[in-house]
């Protein structure tokens, strides 16, 4: 724009305004947005003066091509970038405006034509400012992406524990039950173990309930440390987790029993308050007989309440010949 206003001749006092559309007005437009009670209205309307300067230079270079086909372009991409189609339309009555009022300040000196001079100045241009708003797009886009990413954790994690919430839990076990029904032929070997903090209720009644969060998070962090890659585990509810243990047998679901207990040994903490945790566990391997994921977390379930009646702080794997199964209430998660 420059390089066509001095082609063309244009008064001193086109060129102060052209300074301060160019230099002074951003920064006031950032001042005048960043300070509003609504940033974006107030941002809509900065872009309205920003073609209405712009198309103030157009008319002062005498509509000069190139400089003037790429002024309107990043108008038009800046408005549909903020406030798409119909800030675009917008954008035409800023423009109208900028016509309107060289034409009353200004004679018309038609000038089309662009020298080389104004040629390369408008590439430069081009160069510079296109790769700007791309590089713009793409640090919007990644934040975008790092924003869905967070909701989706928060979507499926317990914000207690750190593992999975009980919806997202019965959600990959219902899909792997489905895809070992479909797929392996009854050849899926995995076990599933129910996990019960040990007198969790006298923690919370003699400690309050910020004792008992702490030792949601401190056996959250346990279960997860204690977990093999590949495998899955979530907070069923209060405090009750659910271990799947992929490509396991009981010798492997007994392993992973005695790393727990050792990371909870580990993790004890004295300052918060209530001391030890420990954990009884219901264990139960996948059988092809099973016709849905219920019955496999009801063998888990029956396990569990075996080893609470007998002996608190133990394990043990559901027996298929002498354990009672006790009502689950589970179904796939929606």
Sequence with gaps: ?????????????????????????????????????????????????????????????????????????????????????????????????????????????????????????????????FTAFGATMWDVSTRLQRKRDELQVAAEVDSLSGVMNRGTFETHLWKRFAKAKAETGGRFFAVLMIIDLDHFKNVNDAFGHAAGDAAIRRFGFALRSATRRGDMCGRYGGDEFVMLLIDADRQDAEAFAARLQRVLMNERRPTDGFGEISCSIGAAAYRSEFLNAGEWL??????????????????????ECDAVLQPVNVGPAV
């Design 1 to 129: 724009m420059a390089v066509a206003l001095g082609e063309h001749g244009a008064p001193r006092w086109v060129w102060l305004v052209f300074i301060f559309g160019a230099y002074v007005w951003p920064h006031i437009a950032f001042q005048i947005s960043s300070r509003a009670h609504r940033p974006g209205r107030a941002e809509r309307r900065n872009l309205l003066i920003d073609a209405a300067l712009v198309s103030f230079a157009i008319y002062a270079t005498g509509a000069n091509i190139v400089p003037s086909a790429t002024a309107f372009t990043i108008v038009a991409m800046n408005n549909i970038a903020v406030g798409g189609w119909n800030m675009w339309r917008r954008g035409f009555l800023g423009v109208a405006a900028g016509i309107a009022i060289g034409a009353a300040l200004l004679p018309w000196k038609f000038n089309p034509g662009s020298s080389l001079e104004v040629q390369y100045a408008s590439m430069a241009v081009l160069l510079i400012y």
């Design 298 to 319: 009801e063998r888990a379930d029956a396990a569990l309440y075996s080893i609470k009646e007998t002996r608190r702080g133990g394990f043990e794997f559901f027996d």
